[in-house]
Each structure stands twice: as structure tokens, then as C-alpha cells.
């Protein structure tokens, strides 16, 4: 059963930053292509950013130059370093996982975590 927590949602002023954890259990997380999701209120679930099990990033269009996503490998935890937030960041973030070799939907998924950016 592979298990996703993440960790270091709130409540930020614009232009400021927050980080987000995910741990993760109950896998070999090496064999993990990683990423984070969100969803605004009315709106769809959209992919933020990915990393692949050896590191390499991908990003959405409306957070490049300001996330930064990672994973640390020994403590089974990827990371999204969120800088210069706008409102329109204001979400709930998810983690998710797939293996590697799966090109599909993202199979296993964490419960969320509230960001909200105030203007």
C-alpha cells in the first residue's frame, strides 16, 4: 500500500514563499516518477510540476522561473519550493506518484494541502 502525506501548506502574503513535502511509504520510491497537482476552487486538477525517478523536472508554463520541485531519494520525500506566490496560486496541493515505467493517470495520491496567497 504506497502511501502519500504532504506537509507545509498556509496561509502566505504575495510574493512570498512556501515549501511542500511529501513522504512517502509503503514503496520502493526510487521507481517513482514524482509530481504535484493543484486545484482551485471551480477550476480542474492541473499538474504543477514532475520529477522523474533520476531527477529530471518538468513544469507547468504559470510556475516556471518561480517552483522548483525536488526529491531526496534516501528520505523517500519530493519537495515543491514555491517563491514569488500570486493569488492565482491559491489551491489545494497534491502529491502524486506512478512508476516509472507507467505512462498512465497518476496512480497513488496524498490528501492534500491548503495554499492560499492573500493579495
Known amino acids: 500500500q504506497v502511501q502519500l502525506v504532504e506537509s507545509g501548506g498556509g496561509l502566505v502574503q504575495a510574493g512570498g514563499s512556501l515549501r511542500l513535502s511529501c513522504l512517502v511509504s509503503?514503496?520502493?520510491?526510487?521507481?517513482?516518477?514524482m509530481a504535484w497537482y493543484r486545484q482551485a476552487p471551480g477550476k480542474q486538477r492541473e499538474l504543477v510540476a514532475g520529477?522523474?525517478?533520476?531527477?529530471?523536472?518538468s513544469f507547468a508554463d504559470s510556475v516556471r522561473e518561480r517552483f522548483t520541485i525536488s526529491r531526496d531519494n534516501a528520505k523517500n520525500m519530493v519537495y515543491l519550493q514555491m517563491n514569488s506566490l500570486k493569488p492565482e496560486d491559491t489551491a489545494v496541493y497534491y502529491c502524486?506518484?506512478?512508476?516509472?515505467?507507467?505512462?498512465?493517470?497518476?496512480?497513488?495520491w496524498g490528501q492534500g494541502t491548503q495554499v492560499t496567497v492573500s493579495s
Open positions: 520529477v522523474t525517478r533520476r531527477g529530471s523536472t
Open positions: 509503503g514503496s520502493i520510491f526510487s521507481d517513482l516518477t
Open positions: 502524486a506518484g506512478r512508476w516509472f515505467y507507467d505512462t498512465g493517470p497518476y496512480r497513488y
